[in-house]
């Protein structure tokens, strides 16, 4: 586990709250977000716990996974944040049982995100035109898995390689999804699904 954050007071509370699992290993900690790609190579942690700020840039680091504390982020920094890597966006007045399930699913590479932040998403993707279908083909497991990923923000080759199948393949099962939800983009689809509760966040 490495931690980042620029109060050194925060990152006492956040080291306390690591050491108190027995589940992790701290191996390294740094004041600055900016300074965790070079530290990540250096440890090799399993998953990275951030303190972010509102201005602070969302950097992909290397495919680690990142659990993202900020305060009332904007929908576009959090859809940034998912494409960059960031598997876990949480308030920073998240308690310890909160920050230590998103770790652990991180690690596992599912995505948790607070309930406010995930409403404040579906509202940016949404608009008013976009209305839940009142009947709708049901997907397939694969296509829920699929539909999941787009949630994501995966581009097919991405989800090509998760599921070890072909970019056709995957082309297929998204115009299948579009085409069973009535949504003309990925991004309808995607909001859609999370309104409809095919897509648990």
């Known amino acids: 586990m490495l931690l980042a954050s620029a109060s050194a007071v925060r990152r006492a509370g956040l080291e306390l709250i690591l050491k108190q699992s027995s ?7 740094v004041h600055s977000t900016q ?7 250096e ?13 602070s840039p969302v950097i992909a680091h290397n495919g680690l996974p990142v659990v993202a ?3 009332n982020p904007t929908a576009a920094w959090a859809a940034q944040a998912l494409r960059s890597g960031v ?12 920050i230590v399930a998103a770790i652990h699913a991180a690690y596992t590479g ?4 607070d309930p406010a932040i995930a409403q404040q998403m579906v509202e940016r993707v949404g608009s008013a035109t976009t209305q839940i ?23 097919n080759r991405e989800i090509a390689d998760r599921l070890g199948v072909s970019d056709h393949t995957i082309k297929f099962h998204i115009s299948s999804i579009l085409d069973k939800l009535g949504a ?3 991004t309808e689809a995607v909001t859609l699904g999370l309104r409809m509760g095919l897509i648990v966040l």
Request: no cysteine; aromatic share 4%; net charge negative.
């Open 35 to 41: 300074m965790i790609g070079q530290r990540a190579a």
């Open 23 to 29: 589940s992790f290993k701290l191996v390294g900690a």
């Open 133 to 155: 279908p009142t009947s709708y083909e049901n997907l397939t497991p694969r296509e829920n898995e699929v539909l999941a990923m787009l949630a994501e923000g995966l581009a």
């Open 87 to 98: 598997k876990s966006i949480l308030p920073r007045e998240a308690g310890s049982e909160e």
């Open 184 to 186: 003309s983009t990925r």
């Open 69 to 71: 504390l900020i305060d």
């Open 43 to 55: 440890l090799q942690p399993d998953v990275i716990l951030a303190d972010f700020d509102r201005e």
């Open 110 to 113: 599912l995505v948790l995100l």
